[in-house]
């Protein structure tokens, strides 16, 4: 690829900056040679084989018992060499999950240390350990050693690793990792193929034993370990850009967290897969350069059926049958007996092939961001998989990485079962599954310094470090299930099974399934097998994935103890309190909504006594289209003239909200040409509309100075009159109204297209409203950021669930240079690139807006963020969204989530099963503000809605602000007077229907109207920050240069004669200001309290 263009650039700064330097392979060099000849004088000696206990169940009670006395013949290594990517080519600077340079070093063990039939039951093992053990002392005494660890390689206990780091503080990025060989001649081949049996326990019955294919090539990639390294060392030297693309590849996989898993690819397996397209393969040519090279595996491997069928590297290609009965993926290596992909298990082979698939589309379409897309961003598992599970087994009598019984660890063996089980419960409602159990250690083999969210134990008593410890205590393990859904069958009601004629596969359904298995009769006369899930809700139809799993995995595998999964994580943040998620959720659906306004436009577009026919009604409100957390609930009052209070009246309120909708008439050249009084004409229009509504239908309607609301089936529809149709005036006239109604046809078309979208939305919304953005981040912009993700996901499937897009909106709102590039939500793909370099050019000027958001409606990308969020807040949401993501990030992937350092334990006392696991997502920092105002719940039309009860409120404040706890008794006495407008007082309702609804404050809100007059007030010297989905919080955080140019200053500010002294006022104090909002708020603010600490903070 040319060097001069973006993408060539791109590539160079990035291998620069994932290619291992020179300098630093000239460090590693260095340290092999010194362990070289540490090891080369280690003496000869005589050691005890004592096998771990993990072991003597595989070497038998006398084999044990003699092993432990029998002393073994102790030399130093035959070779030691540098191994791996390190030597070949290929290797990444800093490995994924440890943050520093892993190189491999390969130790040959001497032949005459085994006996000849040391590859039995795992004597090979034992004595290779013991001889590693032998290692760990010897260096544990030298001098230039900082530390050598023991690990699992591959988290497979049997073959152990050392881990050695050196004290020079130059040589500190370097971890060598000390991996044991054995000569090629060790053992005989013959005795070591594929259907040979080499295990005591694997009996067979009939006295004969089963084969061990993973067990046998646990010996033989250690005895043909240099034959690959060789490989690659070859085809390196054939393909100039080999390295590169290696490099590239494995960048590819780690940003997707593909390299983090024992049983999925390491960099070895992806380097061979590279050298082998390149060589034997014959599928690339060596002659691309390394992007090339990349595209072209991608695309190869993105076909299931090229890695089902099998890879050979050597020239013949003997049992493949057999290999491919025996391994999920066949990788043959050059010597024709190891299969270098024998620990890859199915459900990684499947991940691997989706991925590849993914991106290698988005590199075939190219455009401007293919690359960045594709090898720049973060794509790990939390971000990619719509649901999380974590399945939670009793692992019986096996230790702690797996017993050495079976041909496999065990834990290998759980995986298997629990996908297997998984597949059959979800069938086509998923199109990937990954079963991955969560490791000790990474790819790299180095155990992460922190676990982000602890393994659940019995008595859930471990967290942070030793939540590992206290798993083994309790005799568990994790194992972490990643589905990506099917939108089209996700979450259909019935699971259909096989026909009752079957009587084979019926009774395998009825197996299965258990209880939930019934005989069911359809339409079309199939009778049938089936599950039906439908005693759920609809607002809990998002459930039915995990639930199947649950239940499946309990009665279908014994070893489970508990399922937590992350559908209903998010669901607390949009129920309101007192009630569950789901309560009156069909009523106010979207299709609800949209049925009612129909039959009103109905009656409005018959209506013939108005000047102007009505022609056309659109909906304008969120509620509409499924994207407001808390959309408008049937009021008792608003069905009709003399209806009412025929339902409950427990909790009626005084501000029911209000649906937009835009009222569309036909032409006419008689409008004025002034703007004012063109308005005045459409209010004159709009009470036509009512008063016709009224007596034609006994359609109630409510005018105020600025609006006109009919009362419809429950609803309060306020009516916008659309007067376009009459010329220019009119079209200018109602710019923003026309940009309204695009807005909403545009979100609306991307409701219907994403399922998920609606529900995702609802969770940002709240997620901006609950850290106090939401006046100045409204619900267009995040409707538009979460419209972008499903429209332009890039090289992942659209999200199918609000979980999978709220990591993904956190993560962009957190990243994106928004003082640089636009974002630009084009449902139609018909922005050019010459209009995208054009915006960009206006986002140099000092006066463009701090998010620029491009839309079919809004070349300029200005409409909605003309006026803010102001670049402090839009800083401060992007760090509350960073740490939010990382939270969350923890919470889904559990110890998989390798980056989990970051967090500094922040997550550690939070599980996925958690009740209030949500709640650290939500809680709002309140330590930044100078002030907070706690304002009256009596005083707010939805209390109900709030995300945290007073008592929790209360904490808060006494933990971040340091408020004495007596002065909120204080407050409460003090507040009890003031507005009242949760519900309507009984004394108004037992006066009458009539007299009820003429006391109602249709669509009136208290908390705008105090910002607003605060802003007024008190704009030049603070930002105020509120929840407007019943947040009873005020943050109030003082400029700190206060410019009091228009704005009406406090008293305070006030005493100065601008006629004689011009030199501008002090800012206010922090008293000052507290003293002018709780006289602004009278009545609606219970009480202030201000910070107490130290110095200020960065918001």
Request: overall charge neutral; glycine content about 8%.
């Amino acid at each position: 690829m040319p060097a001069d263009t973006l993408d060539g650039e791109l590539l160079r700064a990035l291998l620069d900056e994932s290619s291992l330097p020179r300098a630093v392979r000239g460090v590693a060099s260095n340290l092999v040679v010194l362990l070289a000849h540490t090891l080369s004088e280690v003496p000869s000696q005589e050691i005890k084989l004592s096998p771990p206990a993990y072991f003597r169940s595989a070497l038998g009670s006398s084999s044990s018992e003699r092993g432990s006395a029998k002393a073994l013949k102790f030399s130093a290594p035959t070779r030691v060499y540098m191994a791996g990517s390190a030597a070949s080519g290929g290797c990444l600077w800093t490995s994924p999950g440890a943050g520093c340079t892993v190189v491999d070093v390969a130790v040959e063990m001497p032949g005459d240390y085994f006996q000849e039939k040391d590859y039995l039951d795992h004597r090979y093992h034992a004595k290779r350990l013991t001889y590693l053990h032998a290692l760990q002392q010897h260096l544990s005494h030298t001098a230039w050693v900082a530390s050598a660890e023991l690990s699992s390689h591959h988290a497979d206990i049997r073959k152990q690793c050392l881990l050695i780091k050196a004290k020079k503080s130059s040589d500190a990025t370097v971890c060598l990792r000390m991996l044991l060989t054995a000569p090629a001649n060790a053992f005989p081949v013959a005795r070591l193929q594929l259907d040979k049996a080499n295990l005591r326990h694997l009996d067979g019955g009939d006295g004969g034993r089963l084969p061990s294919p993973h067990y046998n090539q646990s010996i033989l990639e250690d005895m043909f370990y240099d034959e690959h390294a060789k490989y690659l060392r070859d085809a390196a030297a054939t393909a100039e850009y080999l390295e590169d693309a290696c490099v590239l590849l494995k960048v590819w996989a780690g940003r997707r967290g593909l390299l983090g898993a024992p049983d999925g690819f390491n960099g070895f397996v992806l380097s061979m897969l590279m050298a082998y397209l390149v060589s034997t393969g014959g599928k690339l040519s060596p002659l691309m350069d390394a992007l090339q090279l990349v595209k072209g595996a991608l695309t190869l491997l993105s076909n299931h059926a090229v890695l089902s069928a099998g890879l050979w590297a050597g020239a013949q290609k003997k049992n493949a049958a057999d290999w491919r009965s025996g391994f999920p993926l066949v990788f043959i290596g050059p010597c024709g007996l190891v299969n270098i992909g024998a620990r890859v298990s199915k459900s990684a082979v499947a991940e691997f092939v989706h991925e590849a698939a993914l991106s290698a589309a988005v590199l075939e379409r190219g455009g401007r961001t293919a690359f960045e897309q594709v090898f720049l961003s973060s794509l790990h598992p939390a971000a990619r998989y719509d649901v999380h599970l974590h399945v939670t087994v009793d692992r019986g009598d096996n230790t702690a990485s797996g017993s050495c019984d079976a041909d496999m660890v065990s834990w290998r063996s759980h995986e298997s079962q629990v996908n297997d089980i998984v597949h059959d419960a979800l069938g086509t409602r998923a199109k990937l599954i990954r079963v991955q159990h969560q490791p000790f250690v990474n790819s790299s083999d180095i155990r992460p310094s922190h676990f982000s969210a602890p393994v659940t134990t019995k008595k859930r008593k471990g967290v942070g470090k030793d939540a590992a410890a206290d798993e083994d205590s309790a005799g568990l393990f994790t194992i972490w299930i990643g589905i990506v859904l099917d939108p089209d069958h996700a979450f259909r009601l019935v699971d259909l099974g096989p026909s009752s004629d079957n009587d084979v596969l019926a009774k395998q359904f009825r197996s299965f399934w258990g209880d939930r298995a019934e005989l069911r009769r359809f339409k079309d006369g199939r009778i049938c097998e089936s599950v039906v899930w439908d005693s759920l809700p609809s607002a809990k139809r998002h459930h039915i994935p995990a639930l199947a799993i649950e239940y499946a995995l309990k009665r279908n595998f014994a070893p489970t103890v508990g399922v937590e999964w992350s559908c209903s994580l998010l669901d607390p943040a949009l129920s309101c309190k007192g009630s569950s998620l789901g309560d009156s959720s069909k009523e106010s659906s979207p299709s609800a909504l949209t049925q009612c306004l129909d039959r009103l436009a109905k009656r409005m577009k018959e209506m013939k006594e108005v000047p102007l026919k009505v022609i056309n009604v659109q909906p304008l409100s969120a509620a509409f289209r499924g994207t407001d957390p808390f959309p408008p609930q049937p009021h008792q009052l608003a069905f009709g003239a003399g209806i009412g209070l025929g339902r409950s009246d427990e909790h009626m309120p005084v501000c029911p909200k209000t649906l937009d909708v835009l009222v569309q008439l036909e032409g006419s050249g008689r409008w004025p040409e002034n703007s004012a009084a063109i308005n005045k004409t459409k209010a004159a229009m709009a009470l036509t509309i009512a008063d016709q509504l009224h007596s034609s239908y006994a359609t109630p309607a409510v005018v105020a100075e600025g609006s006109v609301d009919v009362l419809h089936e429950g609803y309060a529809f306020r009516l916008h009159i659309n007067s376009t149709a009459g010329g220019a005036n009119n079209e200018a006239a109602e710019k923003h109204l026309i940009q309204g109604a695009a807005h909403a046809g545009v979100i609306s078309t991307i409701s219907a297209r994403f399922p998920a979208f609606g529900p995702a939305t609802q969770v940002a919304t709240r997620w901006i409203s609950g850290h106090l953005l939401s006046s100045y981040i409204g619900e267009e912009i995040v409707e538009l950021l979460m419209g972008h993700l499903f429209l332009h996901p890039g090289a992942v499937e659209p999200p199918t669930s609000r979980e999978v897009a709220f990591v993904r909106f956190l993560d962009m709102l957190a990243t994106h240079p928004w003082d640089a590039l636009p974002l630009f939500v084009d449902p139609d793909d018909e922005v050019t690139l010459d209009s995208m370099q054009e915006l960009e050019k206006k986002m140099d000027s000092p006066d463009a807006p701090s998010m620029c958001i491009s839309t079919p409606y809004d070349s300029d990308g200005d409409t909605w963020t003309r006026r803010g969020p102001p670049a402090v807040v839009l800083k401060r949401a992007q760090a509350l969204a960073a740490r939010a993501a990382e939270r969350l990030k923890a919470l889904l992937q559990g110890r998989n989530w390798m980056d989990a350092k970051s967090l500094g334990g922040i997550v550690d006392d939070v599980h996925l099963g958690d009740e209030s696991a949500w709640e650290s997502l939500f809680t709002p920092a309140l330590m930044h503000f100078d002030i907070v105002l706690k304002l009256r719940r009596a005083a707010l039309p939805f209390p109900d809605h709030a995300l945290f009860t007073g008592k929790q409120i209360k904490r808060r404040l006494i933990k971040e602000l340091k408020v004495d706890p007596d002065t909120f008794q204080m407050a409460e006495h003090g507040g009890k007077r003031g507005l009242q407008l949760a519900k309507l007082p009984q004394k108004v309702l037992t006066r009458g229907p009539d007299k009820a609804r003429a006391a109602m404050l249709i669509g009136f809100d208290p908390l705008q109207c105090f910002l607003r007059e605060a802003e007024q007030r008190l704009g030049g010297t603070a930002l105020f920050f509120a929840d407007k989905h019943g947040g009873d919080l005020i943050g109030v955080a003082i400029k700190p240069k206060a410019d009091h140019s228009g704005a009406q200053l406090a008293a305070s500010l006030g005493d100065f004669d601008p006629l004689g002294d011009f030199t501008p006022p002090a800012p206010p104090c922090v008293d000052d200001v507290l003293d002018e909002l709780l006289f602004i708020g009278n009545g609606f603010v219970q009480d202030g309290y201000k910070k107490r600490s130290g110095g200020r903070q960065q918001l």
